[in-house]
């Protein structure tokens, strides 16, 4: 089945820098990569997804990079705030997949 | 507001005990999910659920179980063979039947712990 992981595991940065969150998968059949956002005692949200016909994807100040080739995905955060203090999950699987599979999340600290 | 809720925010169980954890969801979605959450690990699937009346074994099964007798409503019960019951519980729901290549909406959680 696939397998997702994340790194880094932890992420401190200063309030105004950008962060970088990489996942990397298994299955080349997968083609649905999204990412949520869990606040402390909180269920996950979406924050953004990108599925494999675009290489990258928008919104606001956060984004989503895709590489096919190499079987990775990227969560940028540009200009950091404080409220973007969370765990972030990662996760990737496609049509007909019974399964989403989840990385172990990153905590990314914004020191203000 | 449309979402879905789980209660009780926090469960406790005594040994040898079953205790089950609600998900309501009122979004009219299709399928819904249970994932238990340990603390720096990512989400495991419990059980799933495509339609009502008929659920499936997720990754880790063993110890729970579930039922699905309305489109609304997903409980889980944690029964005693479950030996490491303590976890984060989260319930979800999407709309399609199943499609888990779309937007997963989840509840905020049980924190279910062993006295």
């Known amino acids: 089945g696939e397998n997702v992981e994340q790194h880094p595991s932890t992420l401190s940065v200063q309030e105004g820098d950008s962060a970088v969150i990489k996942c990397t998968y298994s299955?080349?059949?997968?083609?649905?990569f999204p990412w949520y956002k869990q606040e402390l005692g909180k269920g996950p949200q979406l924050i953004i997804d990108?599925?494999?016909?675009?290489g990258e994807k928008k919104d606001q100040r956060i984004a989503v990079t895709l590489n096919k080739t190499a079987k990775h995905f990227s969560l940028h955060i540009t200009e950091t705030q404080p409220e973007d203090s969370a765990v972030y999950f990662c996760?990737?699987?496609?049509?007909?997949?019974?399964?989403?599979?989840f990385g172990k999340g990153n905590q990314v600290v914004v020191i203000p | 507001d449309g979402g879905i809720t789980q209660s009780p925010k926090y469960l406790f169980r005594k040994e040898g005990q079953n205790v089950t954890l609600s998900c309501e969801q009122n979004?009219?979605?299709?399928?819904m999910y249970w994932y238990r959450q340990d603390p720096g690990q990512g989400l495991r699937l419990i059980y799933y659920?495509?339609?009502?009346?008929?659920?499936q074994k997720g990754d880790i099964a063993e110890g729970y179980s579930v039922s699905r007798e309305k489109k609304e409503s997903f409980p889980l019960t944690v029964t005693s063979a479950q030996k490491n019951p303590t976890a984060f519980y989260l319930c979800?729901?999407?709309?399609?039947?199943?499609?888990?290549?779309?937007?997963?909406?989840f509840g905020s959680g049980t924190q279910l712990s062993v006295l």
């Open positions: 979800a729901s999407s709309g399609d039947r199943g499609r888990t290549d779309e937007k997963l909406f």
């Open positions: 299955d080349s059949a997968s083609n649905y």
């Open positions: 990108i599925r494999s016909n675009v």
């Open positions: 996760a990737a699987t496609y049509y007909g997949n019974n399964r989403l599979a």
């Open positions: 979004l009219n979605h299709d399928a």
């Open positions: 659920s495509q339609i009502v009346n008929d659920f």
